[in-house]
């Protein structure tokens, strides 16, 4: 710590730091339009000028000068003031005083410094901008007239982002904030431009002229999508979200968030939602009350047994998936899954059986601290946007090494001196086990190693995985796999990422069991930045696990259940928030057995096709309508509670799940809270923790890891034939689940399913862009337009499966990789 | 896509051979802080930066295609559009004005139905007023690519234009 006077006040700050952080630290505001936390510093703006009597009494800007030992800062002395006015005279001179039409109006830091600094006229007369303003995407309105050129917009698509969609173009009073040959912005539409944008000349478009900013309720939550557990600020009028809003302050990640997080969150207040319960009659959903609907679940329930089923979503709170079990328990059944049943086998059985604990041992804010993050899949950018951020920053701003297992290439690939190696699809397993193979060979794991259960399984288990038989099966060079090996188990600090989720069944319980050997032989468990992070996909993936929202006990999983319902043994099955027939695989089957099940009731927020088919529709509520704790993907356990009252006569899941567990004679938990207490007592890792203690900034459960050494077996993966390419199926960077289908800002930017192709294979076969494909295979075939990218290898095809109008479980039946056809 | 880029990327459509682009990034693609001589060097084989090679160096060099475009628009020595076979610089600096060089420009202007930093349609001709060229001695002056005319007048100017019209392009 140095000491140092600012303002004629002693305080202290930490080396490194610069005059601005230290006076920030120490209470004293310094103005300032073109910094922010998390971007490096600039120096463009010129308002957090300071005089620093060691300089001479000169004009120095305070965000990138580094304090000294006894530095004496003043920070408003009148020169300052006066300096400080003429640079927003200066700007004010371009600047139009559109504020009563500015969106940004109120929360504008132009605006705000402008008023503080009583800037009430202009010694001096230029002419205004007269640029284009970028009407081009439904998201993010570009009116470079009203920019001031702080570039916070281009650093952080940069630094945090990692797209680089804008950056300065010209030079001298020309300079504007633009694209490649000034065109119109297309990009990821994170907004991450807009939310750090001082001024109003980047705008969300959702929220135009919707509401002056200070009319607006602030409400902190979490986003509702994938597993990352970001933090939100939702902006509420009327009983309605209107935005999201930036608090760089907020999470891990300073407020950051992806498309779906920022633009996606119209699903709330969509016109599609609904608002009363439907039961069929006469073959026809027709609206009735809740006590009806709420009756005739309970008589299908009442002392059911085995005869009924559960799915859920790992959308629901903590809360409702226990007392969603709860309610199966007291019907009799033991049959409940999530996730199509295999999307959480990497933690229920893979990490169960290796690290005896059924989460990931590290977390999300391990990237920040280690020195090599291996990969799996270039997907991780793509389930998980944010995490993609905090691996960009690692690579950039700390010199991580960056390496990448995977069958495709992607934005991850791109970050400076990323190592990408590309196997053939598939053969993940063998990859991680051959790396395994190597480790032991080369004498590379840890003294204690030898001595772990499972140690002489395991070694002879990779006598197969010599890296050159594992060469000829991925096409990854043994010499690139020998390589990686030897740098992963000599990093201290190196950690594995890999995403799972509904369209990765590749990423399984044997995958989940080939990385924990890897972190296990090398002894890279239980330091910081060092182990394994599982991403897993929607908000609550990691609460349903903790929750035991799958089947134990002999009760059936999501596979099973709908075997059941075809076969009859399953009469009445209950889903909660699941879409199956569009995420589940092998959509004739779903059909089929959605047809056949006697009674099938459903609780949604919209009509879904599954809801479509329902003899029972119960409105659910979204997660800004109700109280209660998500799990994120690091067991971090965040509360949330209602932004706005419930839609209609929608409600929560878990006062439906409390009314039926009532109906069927049994007690239900009178709150969530109450519940939580509960949980708090019985799940590992969450003791202590309740609503009061878990706050705003939410708590992360220890994980406690008992490492066993276990054979993973590749299954074996039938070849794809001569001439048929290798379909992956994945999700695509705007979109999590099907419930980003009822998100605006995803649904312009990525409306429909599309097939990535190699530009070579598209080449060949004399594919344009966009041309409309029939795709072929074993179990049928749908149309999908091209897109040609050289981020995929040649024979390797790509199709995002969340797309309702044309889903892609009609060509998918759940295997890793499947074989497909292409024709024009 | 909007459709005004969508036009731009129709008129873009001339046929660019890419190895030559592909030689010169060969040459620097280990060095690091590489895009300068790349640019400098695409630009000379192919006389400007056509996009194509901005985004194909752009893709080859793992940097931002917005970054080259800023780096292109920065620097007064890119060019983004074809330039012609013959560059003509007039020099415009104190000493030249004072000498008529305004009247000389506007001759040029008058002689190839161009303005400053045109370039006529069949690509003789590039037209550019400059400040300086550091030869105040021979003002009022101009240059034709490397060569150099001093004590420019309104007939000198004819005698360039019929002089480059007859040469090769």
Known sequence: ?824 | MSEVVAQQAEEEEVVVDLAIADKVIDKYIDIPGNLMPVLQGVQDEYGYVPRVVAEHVAERLNVYPSQIYGVLTFYAQFHLKPRGRFIIRVCVGTACHVQGATRIVETFFDKLHIGHAETTPDLRYTFEKVACLGACGMAPLAMVNDATYGGMTVQKVDEIVTDYNQRPI
């Open chain 1, 1 to 824: 710590m140095l000491n140092l006077t600012i303002d004629d006040k002693q305080v202290t700050a930490p080396k490194n730091s610069t005059i601005y952080d230290a006076a920030k630290l120490n209470g004293i505001k310094i103005p300032i339009l073109c910094h922010d936390k998390k971007l490096k510093p600039f120096g463009a703006c010129r308002m957090c000028l300071v005089e620093v009597e060691q300089m001479k009494g000169r004009q120095i800007p305070a965000c990138t000068t580094p304090v000294t030992e006894g530095m004496i800062i003043r920070t408003a002395t009148p020169d300052i003031i006066k300096a400080r006015k003429m640079v927003l005279e200066l700007l004010l001179l371009n600047h139009p005083i559109d504020c009563p039409i500015c969106d940004k109006a109120g929360d504008c830091d132009l605006q705000n410094l402008t008023y503080e600094y009583k800037v009430d006229a202009n010694r001096f007369t230029d002419e205004k901008f007269q640029h284009e303003i970028d009407y081009n995407n439904p998201l993010i309105e570009r009116d470079m007239n009203r920019c001031v050129l702080c570039g916070k917009c281009a650093r952080i698509c940069d630094e945090i982002v990692g797209f680089g969609a804008l950056t300065f173009i010209s030079r001298g009073i020309e300079t504007k904030i633009g694209c490649e040959f000034d065109e119109a912005l297309n990009c990821e539409f994170c907004g991450s431009c807009v939310s750090v944008c001082p001024v109003g000349s980047l705008l969300a478009r959702p929220f135009k002229f919707k509401a002056r900013f200070w009319s607006l309720t602030k409400q902190k939550s979490v986003c509702g999508y994938c597993g990352t557990g970001c933090n939100l600020t939702l902006g509420v009028k009327d009983n309605k979200v209107l935005t999201t809003l930036y608090d760089e302050n907020q999470g891990f990640h300073n407020g950051q968030l992806c498309c779906r997080g920022r633009f996606g969150y119209q699903f709330i207040n969509s016109d599609k939602r609904l608002t009363k319960p439907l039961v069929r009659k006469n073959g026809v959903l027709v609206e009735s009350t809740w006590d009806e609907a709420l009756d005739a679940v309970a008589a299908r329930l009442k002392g059911a047994g085995s005869s009924v089923a559960a799915l859920a979503t790992p959308r629901l709170t903590n809360e409702e998936l226990l007392l969603f079990k709860k309610l199966m328990v007291a019907s009799g059944s033991n049959n409940f899954d999530h996730s199509a049943g295999y999307a959480h086998a990497a933690l229920t059985a893979g990490f169960a059986r290796s690290f005896g604990s059924t989460a990931a041992p590290s977390t999300i804010l391990d990237i920040q601290k280690s020195s090599l993050l291996l990969v799996i899949k270039t997907d991780a950018y793509e389930t998980h946007p944010v995490v993609g951020f905090e691996i960009n920053m690692a690579v950039k701003n700390r010199e991580a090494r960056l390496s990448i297992l995977s069958d495709k290439r992607g934005k991850l690939s791109k970050l400076p001196d990323a190592k990408t190696l590309v196997h053939v699809p598939g053969t993940e397993i063998a990859v991680l086990n051959s790396l395994a193979r190597i480790i032991l060979d080369d004498k590379l794991t840890v003294d204690s190693a030898a001595a772990l259960p499972g140690y002489a399984e395991l070694v002879s288990s990779l006598a197969p995985f010599t890296p050159e038989a594992v060469e000829s099966q991925s096409g990854i060079s043994a010499a690139d796999l020998r390589q990686l090996a030897t740098t992963y188990a000599t990093t201290e600090k190196a950690l594995i990422i890999f995403p799972i989720g509904q369209a990765y069944p590749g990423h399984n319980a044997a995958l989940a069991t080939a990385v924990a050997n890897l972190a296990i032989l090398t002894g890279k468990l239980g330091t910081e930045g060092a182990g394994v992070l599982c991403l897993s996909e929607k908000n609550n993936s990691q609460g349903a696990v903790d929750m035991g929202f799958y089947p134990v006990d002999g009760g059936s999983d999501a596979s099973l259940i709908l075997d059941g319902c075809s076969a009859g043994s399953i009469k009445t099955l209950f889903v909660a928030g699941e879409n199956p027939l569009i995420s589940y695989p092998d959509h004739a089957r779903v059909k089929s057995a959605l047809d056949k099940v006697e009674c099938l009731i459903v609780s949604d927020l919209f009509l879904t096709e599954t809801a479509a088919m329902a003899d029972v529709v119960l409105p659910a509520c979204s997660f800004a309508e109700k109280e209660g704790t998500f799990t994120a993907t690091d067991r971090r356990i965040q509360h949330i509670k209602p932004a706005i009252r419930k839609v209609g006569q929608s409600r929560s899941d878990f006062d439906i799940f409390s009314a039926l567990i009532t109906r069927l004679g049994g007690e239900a938990p009178a709150t969530p809270s109450a519940l939580f207490a509960e949980i708090a007592a019985s799940v590992p890792g969450y003791a202590g923790m309740s609503y009061i203690t878990l706050g705003e900034e939410g708590s992360f459960a220890p994980v406690e890891v008992k490492p066993v050494l276990t054979a993973a077996t590749a299954a074996t993966m039938p070849a794809c034939a001569a001439g048929t390419f290798a379909l992956l199926t994945g999700s695509a960077l705007y979109h999590n689940g099907t419930l980003s289908q009822y998100g605006e800002g995803p649904m312009h930017v990525c409306p429909e399913g599309y097939l990535e192709i190699s530009r070579g294979d598209a080449a060949t076969m004399k594919i344009g862009e966009n041309d409309l494909l029939t795709v072929t295979s074993d179990t049928g075939n749908m149309k999908l337009k091209a897109r040609i990218t050289p981020r995929m290898p040649q024979g390797v095809v790509f199709t995002p499966y969340h797309f309702s109008g044309n889903p892609v479980n009609r060509i998918w039946s759940g295997a890793a990789v499947t074989g497909v056809t292409l024709a024009k």
